[in-house]
């Protein structure tokens, strides 16, 4: 079955530096990749798409990559700020398919 | 826009009893989606509606059934609740069924807890 990979554990990143979460995924062919933030009791938040036929998209201090052949995306913050601490979720989803399949999510804390 | 809006926030319930969650999605979006959230994990697809009419389904029991109407709004109603069934229950709004055009947006959930 498919599978999706988030670092289970706790990303501690300095405040001002960049912050790089992983998202690898088997046995599944995505159309495009979906990156979220949630925050403690609240719903993801969206915040970039990158379809599998683009190598990087960026949006402000935000750079995502998606590589088909190592079946992995990278999500990068640039210039990280303590408000960027949070859960980022990485979901995958095909055009067929409505069905957006989800990782468990990395804990993303940036120290002032 | 006024966003996605669930209710209720909290609910407590006792196993074998039914229950009625309700999502207002966001104006302008046709297609509403609903998920279970487990503590610590990633939501898992319930199912979807896109214009009324039931669009996928994930691996959820018939149990778990949906509504929803032409004024944006959905229901989640879940019959003979399972210890298994508490979860944080999160409705997602969008302009199309993927959500590739500007992702789903997401109401802040209710939490389900069943006793």
């Known amino acids: 079955s498919q599978k999706i990979e988030q670092n289970s554990e706790a990303l501690n990143i300095q405040e001002g530096k960049t912050a790089t979460l992983t998202c690898n995924y088997t046995n599944y062919s995505p159309a495009y990749l979906q990156w979220y933030r949630q925050d403690p009791g609240r719903g993801p938040v969206f915040l970039l798409l990158?379809?599998?036929n683009e190598k990087e998209k960026r949006k402000e201090r935000l750079k995502v990559t998606f590589d088909t052949t190592l079946k992995q995306s990278l999500f990068h913050i640039t210039a990280s700020q303590p408000a960027d601490s949070a859960t980022y979720l990485c979901?995958?989803?095909?055009?067929?398919?409505?069905?957006?399949?989800w990782g468990a999510g990395t804990k993303l804390i940036i120290k002032p | 826009e006024t966003g996605v809006t669930q209710s209720p926030t909290h609910l407590i319930k006792t196993r074998g009893q039914q229950v009625t969650l309700r999502c207002s999605s966001q104006?302008?979006?046709?297609?509403v989606s609903w998920y279970q959230q487990a503590l610590g994990q990633g939501p898992q697809f319930i199912f979807q509606?896109?214009?009324?009419?039931?669009?996928g389904r994930g691996n959820f029991p018939p149990r778990f059934s949906g509504l929803q109407f032409p004024n944006y709004s959905s229901e989640l109603n879940v019959n003979a609740l399972e210890l298994d069934d508490s979860a944080l229950y999160l409705c997602?709004?969008?302009?199309?069924?993927?959500?590739?055009?500007?992702?789903?947006?997401f109401g802040s959930g209710t939490r389900l807890t069943v006793v």
């Open positions: 979901a995958l989803g095909r055009d067929s398919n409505y069905q957006l399949i």
């Open positions: 509606y896109y214009r009324e009419e039931e669009n």
């Open positions: 104006s302008g979006h046709n297609t």
């Open positions: 997602a709004s969008s302009y199309d069924p993927q959500g590739a055009s500007y992702g789903y947006t």
């Open positions: 990158i379809r599998e």
